[in-house]
């Protein structure tokens, strides 16, 4: 699966749109890109995923690039209860079989007053 | 409340004791997972069962057995530990892959360990 880079750490004013960046220049034509959360000593949080398409749901979008070398989560009214670590994971998905996610060290999020 | 439940939720045990943890889940998946994530360290993958067949094995350690003894049950036995052992280890669940729904994984809350 295809290595990522996240920044380590980002801060964002409660209120505001949150935007996550993620690289994946190494990602082949087959991989989805991932993103989940971990708020605090709790079990990680799906939040979205997709292959080359902008995706929405109801609680972030996922833009990727045209090239597919990098994408963005966005947040779009931060609260405080969106601070958490956010991981951003490349993997080929075959259908049938089980996912296998590998966890990077994830950008941590804090939203402030 | 992901529908992935864990017990116990902290454990403290010696290095000579037996012990298991116990995942439950109630969605209906066909794949179950082990996670550990120790202090300041990415959440490594242990184990991966689809379909009751365990189908990933990441040179983990013998000390650690898991048992997948039908879709909606995972253990994971514990013997001889070290203290390196201590961390918090998650269980996930989901669907096999399907272009269509995906295959999101369901975390369940974790069992703190602590070997002393």
């Known amino acids: 699966d295809a290595k990522t880079t996240q920044p380590t750490s980002m801060d964002c004013a409660e209120g505001r749109a949150a935007n996550l960046p993620c690289n994946h220049s190494t990602i082949s034509g087959n991989e989805y890109v991932y993103w989940y959360r971990q708020i605090h000593s709790q079990g990680p949080q799906y939040i979205i995923h997709?292959?080359?398409n902008n995706e929405t749901n109801e609680m972030a979008s996922l833009i990727i690039t045209e090239d597919r070398k990098s994408s963005t989560l966005i947040l779009p009214h931060a609260t405080l209860r969106d601070t958490a670590v956010y991981y951003c994971i490349v993997r080929v998905a075959m259908a049938g079989t089980a996912s296998k996610l590998t966890f990077g060290t994830g950008t941590r999020l804090q939203v402030t007053l | 409340e992901t529908g992935v439940t864990q017990t116990p939720r902290h454990l403290v045990m010696g290095m000579t004791n037996k012990k298991s943890l116990k995942c439950e889940q109630h969605?209906?998946?066909?794949?179950m997972y082990w996670y550990k994530q120790s202090a300041k360290k990415p959440l490594e993958l242990m184990f991966v069962?689809?379909?009751?067949?365990?189908?990933e094995n990441n040179s983990v350690p013998s000390r650690f057995s898991p048992e997948c003894p039908n879709s909606s049950h995972l253990f994971l036995h514990l013997h001889t530990l070290q203290p390196e052992d201590s961390a918090l280890y998650l269980c996930?669940?989901?669907?096999?892959?399907?272009?269509?729904?995906?295959?999101?994984?369901?975390f369940g809350p974790g069992t703190r360990l602590t070997v002393l």
């Open positions: 969605l209906g998946h066909n794949a």
């Open positions: 069962y689809s379909l009751e067949e365990r189908v």
């Open positions: 996930a669940s989901s669907r096999l892959w399907t272009s269509g729904a995906g295959d999101t994984q369901y």
């Open positions: 997709g292959l080359k």
